[in-house]
């Protein structure tokens, strides 16, 4: 049974630090790109971090140097260290994972942050 877990989301004030968890379970974890994506209210879910399965990372330009994406492949875990926060950083954050040249085969539940003061 494939599942995605996401977890560490919560309240952290304007300029503030969070990492986020994705645990990972029912799948090869080693050979899966994880992708971190966020929906704030009323908006589309928008794509926030790529680690491929050999450790490439990118980012969109709304978060490039404020957040870093990795992975634990022994503990199946990907992770989202998030810094310099800003309150339109608000939103669900959602893990994925796909093989390479697939996307999203599997999603996690979502964590919430907040970021306000």
């Known amino acids: 049974q494939v599942q995605l877990v996401e977890s560490g989301g919560g309240l952290v004030q304007p300029g503030g630090s969070l990492r986020l968890s994705c645990a990972a379970s029912?799948?090869?974890?080693?050979?899966?790109?994880m992708r971190w994506y966020r929906q704030a209210p009323g908006k589309e879910r928008e794509w926030v971090a790529l680690?491929?399965?050999?450790?490439?990372?990118n980012y969109p330009t709304a978060v490039k140097g404020r957040f870093t994406i990795s992975r634990d492949n022994a503990k199946n875990t990907a992770y989202l260290q998030m810094s310099s926060m800003k309150p339109e950083d608000t939103a669900v954050y959602y893990c994925?994972?796909?093989?390479?040249?697939?996307?999203?085969?599997?999603w996690g539940q979502g964590t919430q942050v907040t970021v306000s003061s």
């Open positions: 994925s994972a796909g093989r390479p040249g697939r996307i999203n085969e599997y």
């Open positions: 029912g799948f090869t974890f080693n050979n899966y790109n």
């Open positions: 680690i491929t399965s050999s450790g490439n990372t």
